[in-house]
Every structure is written in C-alpha cells, then in structure tokens.
C-alpha cells in the first residue's frame, strides 16, 4: 500500500516512521506536491546495493559489447585439474 502523508503528519512523527519498519516507503507532501520520501536505513542500504549491482552489471555488458566475450568452453578453461 502506498503510504502519501502531508508534511504535517510528522507532528506526530513516531507513527509516519513506524509505517517504514516494514519496508515500506512514506512520501511526504507539502502543499499537495511530493516533497520527501522517507524509508529505513536496512530499506535504503537495500536500495543502494541494488543500484550499485546493476551498475556494475552495466559496465559489464558495455565491456562484452566493446571488447568481446569468452565463450564456455574457454571460460572454463583452467578450472579442471
């Protein structure tokens, strides 16, 4: 469910924040227009890592794209005794 409060809400802070232990997202509003987004800091960190493997699953593509691949065969090459 999505959770939209105004900026007002905070007043009684303890509840918008307890909506966040879940996971969940708070997006605050001032003035009728999205402002804020509020999440737990495990809900952040999960985001960020997230980010920053699909950043890198980017550049990995990019590199296949440019410079070419290994195929199967010799990417296994050498794992065998």
Do not use: H
Request: with cysteine; net charge negative; aromatic share 6%.
């Amino acid at each position: 469910m999505t959770n939209i409060v105004p900026i007002s809400d905070l007043k009684n802070y303890t509840e918008v924040l307890g909506r966040c232990d879940d996971g969940s997202v708070v997006y605050l509003t001032k003035n009728g227009r999205g402002r804020y987004v509020v999440q737990s800091m495990a809900a952040y960190e999960k985001m960020k890592a997230t980010v920053q493997l699909l950043a890198e699953l980017s550049k990995g593509l990019e590199a296949v794209r440019t410079q070419g691949g290994l195929s199967v065969d010799e990417a296994f090459d050498g794992l065998e005794d």
